[in-house]
């Protein structure tokens, strides 16, 4: 009796785990179109997602191409201006040695001109004290001579 109690409560139990598996299993394939709905809107919703995230990321891959270009035009102007700066600074270096050089040869003529007036002037001075030494040894040959006169000439 026991074992008819235990194999009927078995029997029960086994039979109520049974049909809810096979309800659950009616009710699964019954809800599946919703489900499938749902996973298909699950999966527009992700596309979409996606797909703006994919133009939002060709967007910023665009600005980004425009920026580099933006810099490299940039970049080329600052170089044209650099190289620009660079032959301008050679022109001026030049000019600069140019008139260093002029300057430099001015002084030098200056410093000549000032040295021949120098020996020009010593050269009247010398020839001046020679001119009065000659005449002085002129006069005092003839004083010598007409010492006798009293016309005799003295050098101060």
Same mark, same amino acid.
């Given at each position: 009796?026991?074992?008819?109690?235990?194999?009927?409560?078995?029997?029960?139990? +086994?039979?109520?785990?049974?049909?809810?598996?096979?309800?659950?299993?009616?009710?699964? *394939?019954?809800?599946?179109?919703?489900?499938?709905?749902?996973?298909?809107?699950?999966?527009?919703?992700?596309?979409?997602?996606? =797909?703006?995230?994919?133009?939002?990321?060709?967007?910023?891959?665009?600005?980004?191409?425009?920026?580099?270009?933006?810099?490299?035009?940039?970049?080329?102007?600052?170089?044209?201006?650099?190289?620009?700066?660079?032959?301008?600074? =050679?022109?001026?270096?030049?000019?600069?040695? =140019?008139? =260093?050089?002029?300057?430099?040869?001015?002084?030098?003529?200056?410093?000549?001109?000032?040295? *021949?007036?120098?020996?020009?002037? +010593?050269?009247?001075?010398?020839?001046?004290? *020679?001119?009065?030494?000659?005449?002085?040894?002129?006069?005092?040959?003839?004083?010598?001579?007409?010492?006798?006169?009293?016309?005799?000439?003295?050098?101060?």
């Amino acid at each position: 009796m026991t074992a008819l109690i235990l194999f009927l409560f078995s029997a029960a139990t +086994a039979a109520e785990t049974a049909s809810a598996g096979v309800f659950d299993r009616i009710k699964d *394939i019954y809800e599946t179109p919703d489900r499938l709905e749902e996973l298909q809107q699950s999966y527009d919703a992700s596309i979409k997602a996606m =797909e703006g995230q994919l133009e939002e990321s060709r967007k910023q891959a665009q600005e980004l191409i425009d920026r580099q270009d933006e810099l490299q035009r940039s970049n080329e102007a600052y170089r044209e201006q650099n190289e620009a700066l660079a032959q301008e600074n =050679e022109r001026l270096l030049r000019q600069m040695d =140019e008139l =260093e050089r002029s300057r430099e040869s001015m002084y030098r003529k200056a410093a000549v001109a000032g040295g *021949i007036v120098v020996a020009l002037i +010593a050269a009247y001075a010398l020839s001046v004290r *020679i001119w009065r030494y000659m005449v002085w040894r002129k006069q005092g040959r003839e004083s010598r001579r007409h010492a006798d006169d009293g016309r005799g000439v003295t050098l101060p």
